[in-house]
Each structure stands twice: as structure tokens, then as C-alpha cells.
């Protein structure tokens, strides 16, 4: 079961209107952030977004933005790198 991170401070953006529907985001997402409903791609658990940047970076019309590097990911990642717990405070 994915966290849920900070609310109200995810970055993570989609033009839905633009989007194609190949379900990339889908396919991409560790979080299980995206659905497709109707062909389009939808955001469904917002607050579960981790900001990796992976949805962002595999979408063909680049629809989707998201500040990779902000947030929970980034916490995690440099958790990881200096070898402690992510210092975001919402997950252990």
C-alpha cells in the first residue's frame, strides 16, 4: 500500500484535455496515481504522487508536469544517498 505524502504540496499537473490516452502514465506510475477513464488519462490518488517524474518523462505530449526532486521523492532519494530515513516526516 502506497504512502500518502504531504497534502496540498504535490506539483504533479495534467492537461487532460491534451492527453491522448496511450496510458503510459499508467503503466509508469509505482503509486498507481493515474487511471484511464473515457481514453483520457485521469488523476485518481493525487496525494500518493511521490514526484519521481517517471509519468512526466514518458509522456509522448508531454501533458503531464510534475517538479521532480521536491516533496517526499526528494526526501527518500536523498535519505537513500546519505544513507538515513527520508526526512519528509509522512513515511518511515
Known sequence: MAHEYLHNVVTLKLDQDKCIGCGRCVEVCPHRVFRLNDRK????????????????LNCPVEVI????GVGCAYA??????????PDCGCCG
Not at 49 to 56: P, Q
Not at 76 to 85: A, H, P, R, W
Open 41 to 56: 488519462a485521469d488523476i485518481v490518488q493525487h496525494q500518493k504522487c511521490m514526484e519521481c517524474g517517471a509519468c512526466a
Open 65 to 68: 508536469s510534475v517538479r521532480s
Open 76 to 85: 527518500v532519494l536523498k535519505g537513500k544517498s546519505q544513507g538515513t530515513g
